[in-house]
T-cell receptor, first 117, second 114 residues
Framework: DADVTQTPRNRITKTGKRIMLECSQT?????MYWYRQDPGLGLRLIYY???????NKGEISDGYSVSRQAQAKFSLSLESAIPNQTALYFC????????????????FGPGTRLLVL | AQSVAQPEDQVNVAEGNPLTVKCTYS??????LFWYVQYPNRGLQFLLK??????LVKGSYGFEAEFNKSQTSFHLKKPSALVSDSALYFC????????????FGSGTRLQVQP
């Protein structure tokens, strides 16, 4: 979805390096998410943010941190990258709808492919 | 806890034939179910969702899915497959209580042969 952009699209880094993945959206959505995708495991939630001051850990937050700089921007950082963080990372957004958060559709960015050597 | 199972890693079907991609779920509470598709080097695209009401949900690109509460299933279907439908398909579930995020299945690769 062109309304959700991720930079960089591809990144190679070395073990121990700090890197940041960035996500921007023009959809005007309040809620933003970071997932990682590994073959055979589907997508797993790393962090999510329901607004600028509301950040929550997902199921696999260890080794990651996030920053919600504005409604439109949500960054994911790997403080000290390790090889098992090699994966495809997706940012997603959603907007509260009538009937509750569970009904929301999430819209995904194109992904960042990260390789940690 | 909530979980989703996609029992087939890959589904092969000939162009023009009907296709089914299977999904079963486990939740405590009322489920909200989603299907997404991922084309090579692309992000996930939303196909359809079941919230309430009619058990047969119609979505994008001619896909539909049937919610079956007794079998806890939400299989994705299309009457006539196209080669361009070849992609990776993900089922996801969320319950209507609390602030739970989406839980995704492991994905099923659909291969449509000409």
């Amino acid at each position: 979805d062109a309304d959700v952009t991720q930079t960089p699209r591809n990144r190679i880094t070395k073990t121990g390096k700090r890197i940041m993945l960035e996500c921007s959206q023009t959809k005007g959505h309040d809620r933003m998410y970071w997932y990682r995708q590994d073959p055979g495991l589907g997508l797993r939630l790393i962090y999510y943010s329901f607004d600028v001051k509301d950040i929550n850990k997902g199921e696999i937050s260890d080794g990651y941190s996030v920053s919600r700089q504005a409604q439109a921007k949500f960054s994911l950082s790997l403080e000290s990258a390790i090889p098992n963080q090699t994966a495809l990372y997706f940012c997603a957004t959603s907007d509260p709808t009538l009937g509750g958060a569970a009904r929301e559709t999430q819209y995904f960015g194109p992904g960042t492919r990260l390789l940690v050597l | 806890a909530q979980s989703v199972a996609q029992p087939e890693d890959q589904v092969n079907v000939a162009e023009g034939n009907p296709l089914t991609v299977k999904c079963t779920y486990s939740v405590s509470g009322n489920p909200y179910l989603f299907w997404y598709v991922q084309y090579p080097n692309r992000g996930l695209q939303f196909l359809l969702k079941y919230i309430t009401g009619d058990n047969l949900v119609k979505g994008s690109y001619g896909f539909e899915a049937e919610f079956n509460k007794s079998q806890t299933s939400f299989h994705l279907k299309k009457p006539s497959a196209l080669v361009s439908d070849s992609a990776l398909y993900f089922c996801a579930v969320r319950v209507d209580t609390g602030r739970r995020a989406l839980t995704f299945g492991s994905g099923t690769r659909l291969q449509v042969q000409p």
